[in-house]
């Protein structure tokens, strides 16, 4: 029996015989050409990137609908990293200056782009660098002339569980609708698209395993434990009837939580508890009204800046935001203004000039401080984002402020907006004004902010990470990162307990929000707006119905006078047992 561990992706415990997915490039081969053949290769190549975005375009088409809304954006960006001129076009400068083969040109650039993905620090940017590879991947297919989809076998059985080294958005088209129990794959991080899909198509998997596909054999029984990020192959018979029973408890506890979806999310004691959804673009709406989100708490509005070579512009803007609006039919869209830096290297930024900068970027020029810097960009997206507020209730929210004086800098700038759309004879609605709490500085001054806004949100992912100086991403470091650590906990407790005090909205949108081992405490500590992954938010709402938050504040007391990060467990193991 081998037990590995890897990031849960879809959530739930899968039990069943390894089917082992054959994937890969064969050798890419290399040669040498004359000046006469360089025109020839350039258009074999042009030719596979035109079949491959007609198979990408097809297989967009082909979704069914049932599926999950990403899958479709997913594809999308697959098709929009395939025209990109870093995998259409430079590619092609190589094999000119070079004069070498289309495949091996192609291979060059894809390590190189591979490079640049690894040195990005913002950890959902990086894990973009997997599907790069696979549209990389599936180029080379068909430069090489391979095949391209996923050919899995028409007799699996029901317990099948699929074995890959990676699956791309295109993969999960073929195998959606077949009889997969759960999958799991060597690649893969916990907001890669893998991820994503895993949540999003309810199937037990696990990834990020780094070399399981070489330890198992297919028809090998295998447990996929999704809930708790681990993959067991040849289990013994004790380990398969505890982990049968497991399995039988969690669907009846997921058949329980379906019938959540119209239920208000209100405690024992009956305090209403808001719970938002964060989203990154227009087709996840669907699904969070399904779930009965009670609105979007945080639209990550970067999103629309990046895989481009130029900035969006306001036309563009407005017809998405105005979609969105639209869509949430009244309720709530939290826009967070554009949230990039030097370490997410957009293409239009350009912004290579300065080496320092490179060196320490979640430091650097980020956040609203690039927001500051590029005045132009920040005025259209709050000119897009005020005129789309006349279709319902837009909140803007301000990232990465660090101190009062960019707050009212940030402000200026939305009222230079607000002027330039009066002169042009715009009509405009009004929106509330908000800012992020990821930083120290910032949560320790937050009564002098919020003088100034109608409500802050907590980034916990990055008030952990500037708090505790520690990159979570950073395998030698990563052990030191822990969101219940006594400094957070003092800072959420002092951030909440001063927007409640003064009248103010706050809200949690950071991992911890989603995470239910917080829950209690988050509620302890005075807080009622949390805004999440949307996969999380059923599971928080069962916790809040089972929860007294009025018992639960001076149940916290302990945890926030607590000063020793080893009693946190403990004391927080506790608190969640005392329901």
């Known amino acids: 029996m081998i037990v590995l561990h890897g990031y849960a992706a879809g959530k739930g415990i899968a039990i069943g015989r390894a089917h082992l997915v054959v994937r890969g490039v064969s050798e890419v081969p290399q040669s040498s ?4 053949e360089i025109p020839n290769e350039i258009a074999r190549f042009e030719a596979a990137v035109k079949t491959t975005r007609k198979q990408l375009e097809q297989l967009r088409g082909a979704i069914p609908e049932n599926a999950p809304t990403e899958l479709g954006a997913f594809i999308s960006l697959h098709l929009m990293l395939l025209t990109d001129a870093t995998l259409s076009r430079e590619p092609i400068d190589i094999l000119e200056e070079q004069a ?203 999103f629309l800046f990046l895989n481009r070579d130029t900035l ?65 960009m920040f005025r259209t997206q709050m000119r897009a984002i005020l005129r789309a507020a006349v279709y319902g209730k837009v909140k803007i929210m301000f990232p990465m402020i660090a101190s009062l004086s960019e707050l009212k800098q940030s402000l200026v700038h939305l009222e230079t907006a607000k002027k330039q759309l009066i002169e042009r004879g715009e009509t405009f609605g009004d929106v509330e004004i908000g800012c992020m709490i990821e930083i120290p500085s910032a949560a320790l001054t937050v009564s002098s902010l919020l003088k100034w806004v109608d409500f802050v949100s907590i980034g916990s992912n990055d008030l952990v990470q500037y708090t505790l100086a520690v990159d979570r991403n950073d395998d030698s470091v990563s052990y030191l990162y822990q969101p219940a650590h006594p400094a957070i906990i003092k800072l959420l407790a002092h951030i909440i307990r001063t927007a409640n005090r003064m009248g103010k909205t706050v809200s949690v949108c950071g991992e911890m929000a989603g995470d239910t081992q917080y829950t209690r405490l988050l509620l302890g500590l005075g807080l009622r707006t949390f805004s999440m992954n949307p996969s999380n938010l059923l599971s928080v709402k069962d916790a809040i119905l089972h929860a007294h938050a009025d018992k639960l504040e001076s149940d916290v007391v302990k945890l926030v006078r607590n000063e020793d990060p080893d009693k946190v467990d403990v004391l927080l193991k506790k608190l969640n047992e005392a329901a």
């Open 33 to 36: 050409l004359k000046t006469e």
């Open 100 to 302: 070498i083969n289309a495949e091996w040109a192609l291979k060059i650039q894809t390590e190189r782009l591979s490079q640049q993905f690894d040195e990005i620090d913002d950890e959902y940017l990086r894990q973009r660098k997997q599907d790069m590879l696979q549209v990389a991947e599936r180029l080379q297919r068909n430069l090489i002339g391979q095949s391209t989809e996923l050919n899995l076998e028409a007799t699996l059985l029901d317990d099948t569980i699929l074995i890959a080294h990676d699956l791309s958005p295109a993969d999960t088209v073929y195998f959606k609708d077949q009889r997969v129990e759960g999958f799991v794959t060597d690649m893969g991080g916990p907001t890669s698209h893998t991820a994503i899909l895993g949540r999003s198509l309810n199937i037990p998997s696990v990834i990020g395993l780094g070399n399981a596909r070489r330890l198992i054999s297919e028809h090998e029984w295998v447990i996929v434990d999704g809930i708790g990020g681990v993959l067991i192959i040849n289990p013994d018979e004790l380990v398969l009837t505890e982990y049968r029973r497991r399995q039988k408890e969690y669907r009846t506890h997921q058949r329980a939580l379906n019938k959540l979806k119209k239920t208000a999310a209100e405690t024992l004691d009956g305090e209403q508890i808001e719970l938002l959804a964060n989203i990154e673009n227009v087709d996840d709406v669907k699904a969070i009204h399904n779930l009965g989100a009670d609105g979007i708490g945080l639209f990550r509005s970067e």
């Open 312 to 376: 969006p512009n306001e036309a563009e803007q407005y017809e998405i935001y105005s979609e969105l609006v639209k869509k949430m039919k009244g309720k709530p869209l939290n826009i967070r203004t554009v949230d990039l830096g030097v370490d997410k290297n957009p293409r239009w930024f350009g912004n290579n000039s300065t080496p320092n900068a490179a060196l320490n970027p979640a430091l650097g020029l980020t956040g609203i401080r690039l927001c500051h810097a590029e005045p132009i």
